[in-house]
Nanobody
Framework: QLQLVESGGGLVQPGGSLRLSCASS????????IGWFRQAPGKEREGVSC????????NYADSVKDRFTISRDNAKNTVYLQMNSLKPEDTAVYYC??????????????????WGQGTQVTVSS
């Protein structure tokens, strides 16, 4: 089973930046579209962004558009989420997930099959 590991979370002040990474040490991610999701306490898990297997297609939730950038380096078997201009409302556990497809069908959690354990992002002064 595909195993994903997120890293890069932490505590940052409002307006700051973080870069999250999603990697797999045992399986190649080249065949999968990868999504980033987040879940704040008491809220549903929401899709933040998705990138196709080739990296040629991306999409974003309106709440993060123009602030977050998803990218991938298939040579390093890693997908990134660069988060700039962070706001307190971005505080959540962030997860990466692999879809059983090369294209981003959606950002709905039900369309993703393999999940990481998550990394905490806290935006606070």
């Amino acid at each position: 089973q595909l195993q994903l590991v997120e890293s890069g979370g932490g505590l940052v002040q409002p307006g700051g930046s973080l870069r999250l990474s999603c990697a797999s040490s045992r399986f190649t991610l080249d065949y999968y579209a990868i999504g980033w999701f987040r879940q704040a306490p008491g809220k549903e898990r929401e899709g933040v962004s998705c990138i196709s297997s080739s990296g040629g297609s991306t999409n974003y939730a309106d709440s993060v558009k123009d602030r977050f950038t998803i990218s991938r380096d298939n040579a390093k078997n890693t997908v990134y989420l660069q988060m700039n201009s962070l706001k307190p409302e971005d505080t959540a556990v962030y997860y990466c997930a692999a879809a059983p497809s090369r294209l981003c069908v959606s950002r709905e959690k039900y369309d993703y099959r393999y999940w990481g354990q998550g990394t905490q992002v806290t935006v606070s002064s």
